[in-house]
Nanobody, 115 residues
Framework: QVQLVESGGGLAQAGGSLRLSCTTSNLIFSVSTLSWYRQTPGKEREMVAEISSTETTTYGDSVKGRFTISRDNDNREVYLQMNHLKPEDTAVYYC?????????WGQGTQVTVSS
């Protein structure tokens, strides 16, 4: 069974930083588009950042200039560096990997930003 495992969530103060990581053992990592999404109770899951297999990046408007997505194909990891955190960044963050008909999600990691 394909697994995506997130780590790095936790509690941060407003203005602080956190770095999320997501790793997998599957063999299509290098050709996949990798994304981070987040969700708060009662709201739709929203795309935070995305990086293609050619390392083209896309960011949600609310995180542009503050968050950076990157990938390490050798170690099959994708990262989300989150700087200048705000209380409204509080959410469960999910890692997503997709390529053709394959679409995998992690279990999520909680990020809480205190004011």
């Amino acid at each position: 069974q394909v697994q995506l495992v997130e780590s790095g969530g936790g509690l941060a103060q407003a203005g602080g930083s956190l770095r999320l990581s997501c790793t997998t053992s599957n063999l299509i990592f290098s050709v996949s588009t990798l994304s981070w999404y987040r969700q708060t109770p009662g709201k739709e899951r929203e795309m935070v950042a995305e990086i293609s297999s050619t390392e083209t990046t896309t960011y949600g408007d609310s995180v542009k200039g503050r968050f950076t997505i990157s990938r390490d194909n050798d170690n099959r990891e994708v990262y989300l560096q989150m700087n200048h955190l705000k209380p409204e960044d509080t959410a469960v963050y999910y890692c997503r990997q997709h390529w053709r008909q394959f679409d995998y999600w992690g279990q999520g990691t909680q990020v809480t930003v205190s004011s």
